[in-house]
């Protein structure tokens, strides 16, 4: 395999978590007699440009397909998140009713609402029909299709070039990352700005959070490899912040290469210079995760088979795609976790895929009162704990397993 943005040949691996059905693929009912398609897991380091990616085997509308099944605005932390965003980006750099944002993956409208909100002109891109659905329900216009080089062109030909364009938890998602990235090239006007969240690659190894590998995931970004690429493709990055969601992301501030009126703040500099005294740059950075995750692995399987024994009740919480990971890699099945209850109405009912256990509502906690829930998406552990805090009166404890297995 060569690195989807170098083409240099790819022989440091990263981390090889055997195999597992894409992490966001549900399984229905009827599903359930029938076979699923398994993919080899593995990530690769390009010893090259530092890309982290994930060794392909499947096309990416195998993974958002019309019934993807993530809807952001399940999560008040997330909705939070983006209404901040909003707010700051309209401070930031003046937008008013004359200006255009476009978001790219912008899911079911969680962000341009708050945006649509302010009389600020704006466009949704968003491949799968199921959260674009939702989105226009709020009344937000939407392209159902992935962006790249050829979208970008077509809408700047109908002038919809971008004073700000966002796109939060996409840019680790795209199999063509140069191609995407140069789409922001195009759509953006002279003086736009672009911004890019991602989970950073820094967390993801000193954290062990190794469960944030699945397919959808094509890339794994340091700030040393994203600001490469962008140069690459036509963009600068000139501003980027730490942020603590998904277990702690980076948000990138992106201009036009030939733009002048934006200056490279201290914060790019200081970043990579702490990249690059981690070992970001180096190859023995990346020999580390893989040995993290099976201890991790091994302490969940450990607790879940010591409680079945101790005839306790153990649920889970969180129908989320690190989850799945997690239970996959694992060997996790119905025998030690009978169900996952979740807010999410599009995945109750519903199984997960691997695994097979069954998605139920939250009142399942409430009637079966079990003695633990695992919560698989650790990045949300305040809002959840916060959320289910009335399985104390029955005793009921949380845990969870990254960084390392935790009861509480």
Request: hydrophobic share 45%.
């Amino acid at each position: 395999m060569k690195c989807r943005h170098c083409a240099a040949e790819l022989t440091l691996e990263f981390a090889n978590l055997g195999s597992s059905p894409p992490s966001n693929s549900f399984l229905t009912a009827e599903g359930l007699s029938a076979p699923e398609t398994w993919y080899p897991l593995r990530v690769l380091a390009c010893t090259n440009c530092w890309l982290v990616q994930t060794h392909d085997f499947a096309r990416r509308d195998e993974f958002f397909s019309a019934d993807y099944a993530y809807f952001s605005s399940v999560s008040d932390t997330w909705l939070r998140h983006a209404e901040a965003y909003v707010e700051a980006m309209t401070a930031r750099f003046g937008l008013g009713p004359e200006s255009h944002v476009v978001e790219v993956a912008s899911n079911d409208g969680y962000l341009l609402q708050y945006v649509q909100a302010r009389g600020i002109r704006c466009l949704g891109i968003e491949p799968t029909a199921s959260t674009a659905e939702a989105a226009r329900r709020r009344g937000i216009e939407v392209r159902q299709e992935f962006f790249g080089v050829e979208l970008a062109t077509r809408l700047v030909a109908e002038s919809r070039e971008a004073d700000l364009a966002a796109a939060n938890n996409v840019l680790a998602h795209v199999p063509d990352i140069n191609d995407f990235v140069r789409g922001f090239a195009i759509l953006l006007k002279s003086d736009g700005v672009a911004t890019f969240e991602f989970p950073h690659l820094m967390r993801l190894v000193g954290e062990g959070q190794f469960d944030t590998i699945y397919h959808e995931h094509y890339s794994y970004l340091s700030l040393t490899a994203v600001e490469a690429i962008f140069a690459a493709n036509g963009l600068k990055v000139f501003d980027v912040e730490e942020l603590p969601t998904h277990g702690g992301s980076l948000r990138v501030y992106a201009a036009r290469a030939d733009s002048r009126s934006l200056e490279v703040t201290g914060r790019v500099t200081a970043l990579l210079d702490r990249e690059r005294t981690a070992g970001v740059a180096s190859a023995d950075y990346y020999g580390t995760l893989q040995r993290r995750a099976e201890a991790i692995t091994a302490d969940l399987l450990g607790f879940l088979v010591e409680a079945k024994k101790a005839g306790k009740k153990v649920a889970a919480y969180g129908a989320a795609a690190k989850g799945n990971t997690l239970l996959n890699f694992a060997g996790v099945r119905v025998h030690l976790l009978p169900w996952v209850a979740d807010l999410s109405s599009a995945k109750q009912g519903k199984y997960l895929p691997g695994s097979r256990i069954p998605v139920v509502g939250e009142d399942r906690i409430r009637t079966e009162r079990p003695d633990y829930v695992l919560i698989l998406p650790w990045n949300l552990r305040d809002e959840i704990v916060k959320q289910l805090d009335y399985i104390r009166a029955w005793g009921g404890r949380f845990v969870w397993a990254i960084p390392e297995l935790h009861v509480q």
